[in-house]
């Protein structure tokens, strides 16, 4: 299983998923010749994709799906309310050369090797998902553009080997930054998105004394920064959970890879 984050933030996010032959796109917040090249970086071409899953309509997650969708004849996938909204201005025309999956948010679906779970999560979307994507052998979990922790993410983090999770601000860059007031309030609110002492708190909840990967994504570029994120969770996870952690931060540009095949031939992993 590799999983690549092709881009992080509010500027675009994408993630690609591949085992056994088929590739998923996890979002595709990038206009379409940038998404590509990306992909040709790491060996693949929108050709290879078997679907783009969504987590929700907004547009730094979604700009290029249906462009996508319609160049390689690619099904858009995820909950029929957010496809929707995606759908909502394209014009009728006679011929569709691409697939609509719905699969209501909590439910549990099959693609080749892949079983997806997505799972609900609290933001100003319409249905708003992160995702539990599991092979025979590992497990992996997305959870961003969210405003707080739910009992049902938490069960979702704990059983993911990979956490891919949203640590967005730090509350006092926040509070003593440039946003208006307005904005602040959104994204301090329970729709909104995750601080770092939120998201430290939640893999102290979900960690435990096995081998771990979190990759802290969608960072904001105004109101934290990647240093000051991964202190925040080595702070509160402590040395004994920090030992079995594989800490990284996704950024904009390409990010980290995580090969299954590769990841105990690193020593310095553990």
């Not at 071409?45 to 979604?62: F, K, M, N, Q, Y």
């Not at 995606?86 to 439910?107: F, M, R």
């Not at 979190?214 to 402590?238: C, I, Y």
């Amino acid at each position: 299983m590799r999983v690549v984050s092709l881009a992080s933030g509010s500027s675009g996010n994408a993630t690609l998923i591949e085992s056994g032959g088929t590739a998923l796109l996890l979002d595709a917040g990038l206009n379409p010749r940038t998404l590509a090249g990306r992909l040709l970086k790491m060996g693949r071409s929108p050709r290879d994709l078997a679907g783009i899953v969504l987590t929700h309509e907004h547009t730094d997650h979604t700009s290029s799906a249906l462009g996508l969708a319609r160049e390689y004849a690619l099904p858009l996938i995820g909950d029929g309310r957010t496809l929707a909204a995606v759908l909502a201005n394209v014009v009728p025309t006679e011929s569709k050369d691409y697939a609509i999956d719905p699969h209501p948010a909590g439910s549990t679906w099959q693609m080749g090797p892949f079983t997806l779970t997505s799972i609900p999560i609290p933001h100003d979307a319409v249905a708003p998902c992160g995702y539990l994507i599991a092979t025979d052998a590992w497990k992996i979990c997305l959870i961003t553009d969210c405003g707080e922790m739910t009992d049902t993410i938490l069960q979702a983090l704990k059983q993911a080997h990979l956490i891919i999770i949203e640590a967005n601000h730090d509350r006092q860059m926040l509070l003593k930054g440039p946003y208006p007031a307005h904005l602040k309030k959104r994204i301090l609110g329970p729709q909104g998105h995750l601080a770092n002492d939120q998201t430290a708190e939640a893999l102290f909840n979900c960690l435990d004394a096995s081998p771990h990967w979190v990759w802290l994504a969608h960072l904001s570029k105004t109101n934290n920064t990647p240093e000051v994120a991964q202190a925040a969770m080595v702070q509160r996870l402590g040395g004994r959970r920090m030992r079995t952690t594989k800490l990284a931060v996704a950024p904009p540009g390409l990010g980290p890879v995580w090969n299954s095949t590769q990841l105990f031939d690193q020593p310095t992993l553990f």
